[in-house]
């Protein structure tokens, strides 16, 4: 379908599901239950799981078939963050202008950065794009404050030209009047489920790209930087260039991370220089290794795992752990709570640490090795009780 | 050929099935519209307290957390009610809010606007929250509190001292108790003119970003105002450890008082590295070189140690004050954590209690009705001495500290000494005064949400 074969079509409509029944999915506890702490089908969560899902995707096509690990892709976050603001300012907060703008301008600044970074490889090139990224934060955060209002972050104030503005225009980021933050809360028996317009808005946009990078994996072109990968010199000595193919591709991964910045201020209207720093650079690598470098999917659910721990974990607190606890004798549910104390609140990322430490050192495939293990392990049970009459040879 | 066996329980489980069928969409409509956005519908009502957890602010944001969980203790009746008991206004009962048990939430800001929207964010969408306080940096206030504004919830500024919370950046949602640079410097000014003249050169080095900037404004504008020449403003990167470079040119520079626009760790550091070069041990044009760091904080006075004797800077409010307010709340304070509070953990307190006294006076958790009742709104007995919202900029106008260091601390917080009570007309200024936005600025109209 679509120019996939049945393995990427089943995928894709794996996504697709996932993507479109998020707000049911991510929502399995009653809201009056204790566990509701662990629902995370909120409009802001959802968006963040599709827009960071997106930008893992893009860094994916750069890392995961080139081989060559950025580590300064959250620039061009912060570039289509400020691009699609600055319409906001200009124009009128229909996202329609910003976005290709996002995505255009961030190529344009992968074009740069690409062009001088990809002269090295390896540890040289990770550190030529952490340089200018770093350079990039710097001048959003202080030197570049008129473009970008500098620590307080880029917004919209009333006496901002926006010349499109209609009378009746919403008042806030939308989509041909489609109003990103306004959403349909749906309540059935004791659950919630909420439906937000931004939130399908960006899960399209992912399941758009998703598809985009199906075909680009599936590609001649995949295969060529699949090429640069596996043996550079060698394919040089075939004669192909393989540097051309390597810029193409990090355009590519820096514009879908442009879009991504775009989809951000699209969601919530601020630009803040913070999503441009080197620890933003750094999570997508984090995002892409634990689920999966190279895979389809490994991406996404590697940064649906990564902003579920900093946005659930992190809102854990003392009070809730006694309260969970609270049937327990007063001496021990201290105790306990003492020992669980570390790994949540502010030691979440303690939490994801040892996660990913676990991950990187028993799957280093990712969440997506472990997929597959799983999966083995329930077929060849299935195989066990077919084959039992079958004897093996001895050895 | 099909057979249909017709039986009693048959017909009367498909009756109900089919029952249940034609009556599932009248569950869909049971979502009623809210007045307002997170009406609280139920016996408790939630107030979020997004304070930095993690990085450079961190041990502000715990004792933050450590006043707003005392202040929801005494809205709940439980304690000994702290400043409840001195509040000019007693509509407050010790029953909660509205006859609504107080509950809470709690979010890391990170110091970081982007993880503080973010984490606010999930307090109004998914926990429900009705008001958001707390914070320690000027940019985060900014950005949370044009959140709040679009949100539809009500949001109580924890420690922000720039000009731009108030000032361009005002919001018809936001309210700020803290007081700002404009203050610091107005109050500052004269003690620094009694006690080291009239014709001094200051040299500033400034955190590079909206606080350091407004601040140094602020200084260099009151300053100048009683004579002093502002010789040199050099901006320092916020992620500065090593002052160094940037205090060795002062000495050449003929500058005989370093102004020190930096907070937290960049104020402990560069104030350290001021005193290592013994700039304090030098005269110049005759006077004895001085250093002025304008705003101040325990904890700061804290990490700074001997290095801050001396020293001059204002604060917004200081246990040490006499009062029967501040008497209440560092007792009831220090009887459940054993220490005294900070000046940050005070202001998130009184905020707390501020917005649930407005709930009860406005008779509804309604963001327009309670800013109506905070607007304007005259009290006393929280710490401050007698103190106005003001309606114009949501702003607080109430006495400023003017603070030194001490010279022979006793403990560990008795690190700073009250020179002085700048009265509130000293520091009252205009809310279209030039420094805060101008004539442009404005608050918007009051967003209810929904």
Known sequence: MLGMNKKDTALMIVVAILALGAPILLNPFPTESAMAQFNAGYPDLMQRFAIFGIFAIGFNILFGLTGYLSFGHAAFLGVGSYSVVWMYKLLDYNVIWGLPLAVVTAGAFALLIGYVSLRRSGIYFSILTLAFAQMSFNLAYSVLTPITNGETGLQVYTKDPQVLLGANEANSPHFFGLVMNSSSKIAMGGWEFTFNNGYYFCAVILMVMFYLAIRIFRSPFGMMLRAIKSNNTRMTYTGLNPRPYALAAFVISGMYAGLAGGLMAAMDPLAGAERMQWTASGEVVLMTILGGTGTLIGPVLGAGFIKYFENIFSKINDNILHGWFSFLPDGLEDFVVFIIHPFIGKGWHLTLGILFMLVVIFLPGGLVEGGQRLKKLVTSKKDDSNNTAKTEPAE | ?450
């Open chain 2, 1 to 450: 050929m099909s057979k249909t066996t017709m039986t009693r329980r048959g017909v009367l489980k498909t009756g109900a099935v089919a029952g249940a069928g034609v009556a599932l969409p009248t569950i869909f409509t049971a979502s009623s519209a809210a007045a307002y956005t997170n009406e609280p519908t139920g016996s408790t009502v939630k107030f979020g307290f997004n304070v930095p957890q993690t990085g450079p602010y961190a041990d502000e944001g715990m004792d933050e957390l450590r006043a707003q969980e005392l202040a929801i203790e005494h809205i709940n009746g439980m304690g000994d009610g702290g400043a409840l008991n001195t509040f000019s206004s007693k509509a407050l009962g010790g029953d909660g809010v509205l006859g609504k048990k107080v509950e809470f939430v709690t979010g890391d800001t990170q110091t970081k606007s982007d993880a503080a929207r973010a984490s606010a964010k999930s307090m109004i969408e998914k926990d429900g929250v009705v008001m958001i306080n707390g914070g320690s940096s000027s940019g985060v206030a900014v950005a949370v509190q044009g959140l709040c504004q679009e949100a539809g919830i009500i949001f109580m500024a924890g420690l922000t001292h720039s000009n731009d919370t108030t000032g361009k950046d005002r919001k018809a949602n936001g309210f700020r108790h803290f007081f700002n640079a404009y203050m610091s410097a107005a109050a500052l000014a004269p003690v620094l003119a009694k006690e080291y003249g009239t014709d001094r050169r200051a040299y500033h080095l400034t955190a590079d970003y909206t606080w350091g900037w407004t601040q140094q404004e602020s200084i260099a504008a009151a300053t100048e105002a009683m004579g002093w020449e502002t010789v040199n403003n050099v901006l320092t990167p916020l992620s500065a450890t090593d002052f160094s470079s940037y205090i060795a040119p002062v000495l050449n520079s003929g500058a005989d008082v370093l102004v020190l626009n930096h907070y937290g760790g960049n104020m402990v550091n560069s104030l350290t590295n001021a005193i290592q070069f013994g700039l304090r041990d030098k005269m110049v044009n005759g006077k004895q070189f001085e250093i002025v760091v304008p705003l101040y904080s325990e904890l700061m006075a804290a990490g700074a140690g001997e290095n801050i004797k001396g020293v001059y800077g204002s604060m917004n409010w200081n246990w040490q004050l006499q009062d029967e307010g501040t008497k209440a709340f560092v007792q009831s304070f220090g009887k459940k954590y054993g220490r005294p509070p900070s000046n940050s953990a005070q202001t998130c307190y009184a905020q707390t209690l501020l917005y649930a006294d407005a709930v009860a006076r406005a008779g509804s958790f309604n963001p327009c009705a309670v800013a109506e009742a905070l607007e304007g709104f005259e009290f006393d007995g929280l710490g401050n001495g007698p103190t106005l919202y003001r309606a114009d900029d949501h702003q607080c106008f109430k006495d400023v500290l003017v603070m030194k260091g001490r010279d022979n601390p006793t403990t560990e917080y008795d690190t700073l000494e009250v020179v002085e009570k700048t009265p509130v007309a000293q520091v009252t200024y205009a809310p279209d005064h030039a420094m805060f936005g101008g004539a442009e600025a404005s608050l918007g109209t009051c967003n209810p949400g929904a």
